[in-house]
């Protein structure tokens, strides 16, 4: 089974950025993969998506301040998140389409003052 180990999160202030990684125990190359992301009481939903192809597509609430990119020689996956707001707060994870189980762990990002 395939591993996911997201990394690079933590506390930034509104307006701030930052990048998460996400590292993958196997070939992520043939595959779409995705950020998704989980606050405090709500369902986990997605928020990036980027094809084998490199096409990209965002939920409407990043769009414009998050870029989606990938490594498939290092089967890492990235999200780069400028202008963050305090709505972005989440546990930020990765899989792909459809996804593998388990989860990984997660990366928190936390946006406050």
């Known amino acids: 089974q395939v591993q996911l180990v997201e990394s690079g999160g933590g506390l930034v202030q509104p307006g701030g950025s930052l990048k998460v990684s996400c590292v993958a125990s196997?070939?992520?190359?043939?595959?779409?993969m995705a950020w998704y992301r989980q606050a405090p009481g709500k369902q986990r939903e997605l928020v990036a998506i980027?094809?084998?192809?490199?096409?990209?597509n965002y939920v409407d609430s990043v769009k414009g301040r998050f870029t989606i990119s990938r490594d498939n020689a290092k089967d890492t996956v990235y999200l780069q998140m400028n202008s963050l707001k305090p709505a972005d707060t989440a546990v930020y994870y990765c899989?792909?389409?459809?996804?593998?189980?388990?989860w990984g762990q997660g990366t928190q990002v936390t946006v406050s003052s």
């Open positions: 196997g070939n992520i190359f043939n595959y779409t």
């Open positions: 899989n792909k389409i459809p996804v593998w189980k388990p």
């Open positions: 980027i094809t084998s192809g490199r096409s990209t």
